[in-house]
């Protein structure tokens, strides 16, 4: 299967604890993971096979979830080319340079 990107957002709910701290329980998991990923201000992007990202996202909501979360709503987008795939790079990399 070709690789795709997939760009998500979790959106925790907790009275007790900092939401930003909590968000950053789901990116560890995207860290730890080994796909290639970027960071964003409202979403994180990964790119890789469908089934391993999907994967990587319901570990993402759970570890919201063991980090303080009642709660947490997730958006996801999928970037999907069969026959070519998609890449981080080839849509940023020339905003970087």
């Known amino acids: 299967m070709a690789k795709v990107n997939l760009g998500f957002q979790v959106i925790p709910k907790s009275i007790e604890q900092n939401t930003y701290e909590i ?3 789901a990116i560890e998991v995207v860290q ?3 796909v290639k990923y970027d960071v964003g201000p409202m ?3 990964m790119e890789g096979e469908l089934d391993e990202l999907i994967d ?3 570990r993402a909501q759970d570890a ?3 980090g ?3 709660e947490v ?3 996801v987008k999928i970037h999907y080319r069969p026959h070519k795939g ?3 790079d080839e849509k940023i990399e020339k905003y970087r340079k």
């Open 64 to 66: 919201c979830i063991e």
């Open 23 to 25: 968000v950053d329980k």
């Open 86 to 88: 998609v890449t981080i």
């Open 56 to 58: 990587i996202v319901k």
């Open 68 to 70: 303080g979360a009642s």
């Open 43 to 45: 979403e994180t992007v």
């Open 32 to 34: 730890k993971s080994g």
């Open 73 to 75: 709503m997730t958006y």
